[in-house]
């Protein structure tokens, strides 16, 4: 009697467990994946090159505009690709999103000197989406860097660059080019 016990716990215990791991991993769904992820509608992406972003140490990045359409929904997410020795790190950053860090751009912006006068031994300062791309800069030896960090997960996905006036352009570029594709 006492091993059955036992082993109902133990199953029921699983069984909860089990539960509270599937609804996490629902969680960390990003935008993009909830709209690849649809079934039983046929899914149709078009994407729109823009101008790439210049890495400090990686040449160019390739950017563009993906328009999503599923069913009678459609979306629109600027993508950032850097690629790598063995994969490809990709951001796909959904038009609110966008729109959110380039307003979160400015505060940035106001505060890098301050940050550098502060002469600290390593600062970091960031914005992050709630898909976890994260853009942002480090004070490191009296000098700022700044950074995309394109994927929550994994390694080499991140890149730096020279200076803030090549990503607003970009970004700019982006919003520019949805709100043209959203009236056509």
């Known amino acids: 009697m006492k091993n059955y016990i036992t082993?109902?716990?133990?199953?029921?215990?699983?069984?909860v467990f089990s539960q509270d791991t599937n609804k996490e991993a629902e969680k960390e769904k990003t935008?993009?994946?909830?709209?690849?992820?649809?079934?039983?509608?046929i899914i149709k992406f078009t994407d729109y090159?823009?101008?790439g972003i210049k890495s400090l140490y990686d040449g160019l990045t390739e950017t563009?505009?993906?328009?999503i359409k599923s069913g009678t929904l459609v979306s629109y997410f600027f993508q950032i690709e850097?690629?790598?020795?063995?994969?490809?790190?990709?951001?796909?950053?959904?038009?609110?999103?966008?729109?959110e860090i380039i307003k979160a751009l400015s505060p940035?912006?106001?505060?890098?000197?301050?940050d550098i006068a502060s002469n600290p031994e390593y600062l970091e300062n960031k914005f992050t989406t709630v898909d976890g791309f994260k853009i942002g800069y480090y004070v490191s030896?009296?000098?700022a860097t700044w950074y995309m960090k394109l994927e929550k997960y994994g390694s080499d996905n991140t890149i730096y660059i020279e200076n803030i006036e090549t990503i607003e352009k970009t970004f700019e570029e982006a919003k520019n080019k949805i709100e043209e594709l959203k009236t056509k």
Do not use: C, H, P, Q
């Open 49 to 51: 090159k823009i101008t």
């Open 108 to 114: 940035l912006k106001s505060e890098i000197e301050k």
């Open 64 to 67: 563009r505009i993906r328009k």
């Open 7 to 15: 082993i109902m716990l133990f199953l029921v215990t699983s069984i």
């Open 141 to 143: 030896k009296g000098k």
């Open 82 to 99: 850097k690629k790598g020795k063995y994969s490809n790190a990709v951001a796909s950053i959904e038009y609110s999103d966008l729109l």
């Open 31 to 41: 935008k993009i994946d909830a709209f690849y992820s649809k079934t039983g509608s």
